[in-house]
């Protein structure tokens, strides 16, 4: 039984015709689990009933269980979502001033270790697959329709890497921008990477979302021990690839540069002024992130005056700077501290070995 969560509109439509139906039968399809979020086919009322025989015969719209609920004090909401295998991954929204963000996770977990990150410390159990991903998306906004809101952005800053899950983000993606599905614009549908930088490259012409790239320092020596992956795709290359990515993009959108703020690692004056002057010519703005901290890690946050300082020292460079609001803390939910529950079924040096694997996959 094939779970058609799992088929953007040009992978739904060839399903259809390889079957001997026509594609519009799929659009129709698609307004109904999405836009009227009717998932059972017998309530597709305008479909024929030989086509309904079919679609019960060969496959389901099977949506994503949510296990667990939490409201933090501040409006933002966090689900535990069960997946296939039984492990659950998050998802947050995080409601700010007529709009609805949503916060996709792409992996169980997450295998690129990066210093800072808790879902990167609790391991990885695989990809999920379109289904699961568009499953996060479809859900929440299903419980926002009774409010009479939306899903107005999505960022895939969740767990793990979404370009080392290009197979399934993109499809998924694809359904984000469709009107047939959630017609949310590109610029309201980001991308975030800790820097796959050929994935980043092949991303263009492949679509044109927005991106942002977690970067987190600003010389290869630093980067190493916050992001493992810089010691395979170092900072130049890294930016060469975003340069590509934006020359992509038919407009003059900006990346974002992400830059968490860890406390006397990464967050002095002279640090700022070498950021600015790295990312001189880059069209791109620099979200600043204060650390989030959770049990063992070993960092701190900076002062809400080093934070200050930090920001205004790249404005004095010339490089636009913001500073991202921490949203969720007390419910687990800010930048980091996602974790859901994930058997980590790779010890490191396994998870080491397969994450390279991916990469020299990724590479080719
Ligand atoms: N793998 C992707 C997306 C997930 S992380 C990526 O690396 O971009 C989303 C953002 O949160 C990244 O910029 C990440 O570096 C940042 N982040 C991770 N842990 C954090 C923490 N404890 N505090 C603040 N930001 C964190």
Redesign the pocket.
């Known amino acids: 039984m094939a779970n058609l969560f799992d088929y953007d509109r040009a992978g739904l439509e060839a399903r259809f015709q390889a079957a001997g139906h026509r594609a519009f039968h799929a659009r129709q399809v698609m307004k109904w689990a999405y836009h009227r979020g009717c998932l059972g086919f017998a309530g597709m009322t305008d479909l024929a009933k030989g086509l309904r025989t079919w679609l019960d015969e060969t496959a389901s719209f099977t949506p994503l269980q949510a296990v667990r609920r939490r409201a933090s004090a501040d409006g933002t909401i966090k689900w535990a979502m069960r997946i296939g295998n039984g492990d659950c991954v998050e998802t947050v929204l995080i409601p700010e001033r007529g709009r609805n963000t949503l916060c996709v996770s792409s992996q169980v977990g997450?295998m690129?270790d990066?210093a800072?990150?808790?879902?990167g410390k609790q391991g990885f159990n695989g990809n999920l697959t379109t289904a699961e991903i568009i499953g996060q998306v479809w859900l929440v906004n299903e419980e926002l329709k009774q409010r009479g809101q939306c899903v107005s952005n999505v960022v895939?800053?969740?767990m793990?890497?979404?370009l080392l899950n290009c197979e399934a983000v993109l499809p998924a993606v694809s359904l984000m921008l469709d009107d047939l599905a959630f017609g949310i614009s590109k610029r309201r549908v980001t991308i975030?990477?800790?820097g796959v930088a050929p994935a980043i490259r092949a991303l263009a012409g492949v679509t044109d979302v927005s991106l942002?790239v977690?970067l987190?320092a600003s010389t290869d020596a630093l980067r190493d021990q916050l992001v493992p992956l810089n010691r395979k795709y170092p900072l130049a290359e890294l930016l060469d690839a975003c340069r590509h990515y934006l020359s992509s993009l038919g407009d003059r959108r900006a990346l974002t540069m992400?830059y968490?703020l860890l406390k006397g690692v990464n967050d002095s004056p002279a640090q700022a002024k070498q950021l600015a002057r790295l990312l001189r010519g880059l069209r791109c703005k620099v979200n600043l992130?204060p650390?989030?901290?959770?049990s063992g890690?070993g960092f701190a946050r900076p002062s809400a005056e080093v934070v200050r300082t930090f920001q205004t020292t790249l404005m004095n460079a010339g490089q636009a700077a913001m500073l991202r609001t921490t949203r969720g803390e007390d419910i687990g939910a800010?930048?980091?501290?996602l974790t859901g529950s994930v058997v980590d079924r790779t010890r490191r040096q396994a998870r080491y070995r397969a994450g390279l694997q991916l990469l020299r996959e990724a590479a080719a």
């Not at 650390?291 to 959770?294: L, T």
């Open positions: 997450c690129l990066c800072f990150c808790a879902t895939l800053m969740g793990g890497e979404p975030s990477t800790a942002a977690s987190h992400e968490t992130i650390f989030n901290p959770f890690s800010a930048c980091g501290q």
